[in-house]
C-alpha cells in the first residue's frame, strides 16, 4: 500500500530517522503533555482526536480498541473526533467481511461515552484496491457502505463558539485505485461553508491524509511520489486563508507530528493501532490526542494507553 512503502522509504533518510526512529521508551516520555490551564470559563471544553483504529478481530484489535476507549472515558471529553480508517480494511475485502468489520467497529465503539464525529478514511471505503472483488458496478461499491454506517462524508459542526469542519480526503478517480484528494462539489461546500462562519470564528479543521506534513517535506526524493498529502491541499488552504483557523487534525501516518503556521497548529496523530496491532509505528506508540480549549486557545496532547502488542512491527 502507498502509505506503508512510503514510511519504509522514509526511514532510509538520516533526518527522518534521527527524529522518528527514538526508541519507544523515550519518545513516549519525551511527548508532550498537556499544558493547558485548568477550565475557567463556559467556553473552555475538552474533546479527543483519535485516528486510525484499523479494528480487525485478528492480532487483538477489539481488546485495543477497548483498552483505549476506557482511557478516553477516564478523562471525560465532552465529545470525540475519530479521524478514519475505522477498520482494516474494508477496501480489498468482500462485501461480506466489509459488513461485518463496519458492525464490530460501531459495537466496539459503543464503549465510548458521549457523541462521536467520524471522518472518512482510505480503509474504511469499498472497493478502492485491486484486491477487492468489489466492482464499480456494485451498488455497495465507493463510500455508500461508510455513509450508510456512520453519515456523511464531509460536513461542520458547531460547539460553544468553534466552529469544526469535517472532510473527505479520499479521492476515486482511477480504476479501483485511492487517489488523496479534495473533490470539487466539497471545495464549493466548504467555501460556503465558511463563508457563512465569518472570519471571526475559531475553526478546527479534521480530514484523514494530511493537507501538510513534516514528514513528507523530509521524506521527500526522487522516485516516492509526491508525498503524503493530498494532491490538492492547497486549494484547502486558499479557501482557509483569511479564517481564524486554529487547527487541522490529521491522520493516516501513524506517527505524532506537529508543526505551526500563521498561528494555526497542523497535527498529525499517532494511532490507536500502532503499527496495525503490531506495536509502535516508527517510535510512536499506540494512542490518541486530548484537545483543550481554554480562553479561546487550544492546547494538544498526545496520550498513550496500556497495550502490548503480541507481534513487533518491523520496517525492512
Known sequence: ???????????????????????VPSLAQALPTSSAPQKSGPGDFDFVFFTDCHL???????????????????????FCIAGGDQVFDVCEQNLTRAHMLFKLYQQTEKDLDGR???????????????????????????????EDYFGKRYYSFDYKGWHFIVLDSIGIEYYKIFRAHFDEEQ????????????TATPIVVVTHVPIATVLGTLSHH??????????NSFAVHSL???HNLKLILQGHLHVWQKSEYQGAQYLISGA???????????GTPEGYTLCQVRSGQIYTSYATYPWTAAVQHKIS
Open 1 to 23: 500500500m502507498f502509505r506503508r512503502s512510503f514510511l519504509k522509504s522514509a526511514l532510509l533518510l538520516p533526518a527522518a530517522s534521527a527524529l522518528l526512529g527514538t526508541p
Open 56 to 78: 480487525e478481530p485478528e492480532l487483538s484489535g477489539v481488546a485495543g480498541c477497548a483498552k483505549c476507549f476506557a482511557q478516553i472515558n477516564s478523562a471525560k471529553p465532552e
Open 116 to 146: 462521536i464525529y467520524h471522518t472518512v478514511g482510505n480503509h474504511d471505503v469499498i472497493g478502492i484496491n485491486q484486491k477487492s472483488p468489489v466492482e464499480p458496478r456494485d451498488l455497495e461499491y465507493g463510500k455508500k457502505l461508510y
Open 187 to 198: 471545495l464549493a461546500w466548504l467555501k460556503a461553508d465558511l463563508s457563512a462562519v465569518g
Open 222 to 231: 526522487p522516485g516516492n511520489g509526491p508525498g503524503p498529502i493530498a494532491d
Open 240 to 242: 482557509l486563508a483569511g
Open 272 to 282: 490507536v493501532s500502532g503499527a496495525w496491532w503490531e506495536g509502535p509505528m516508527d
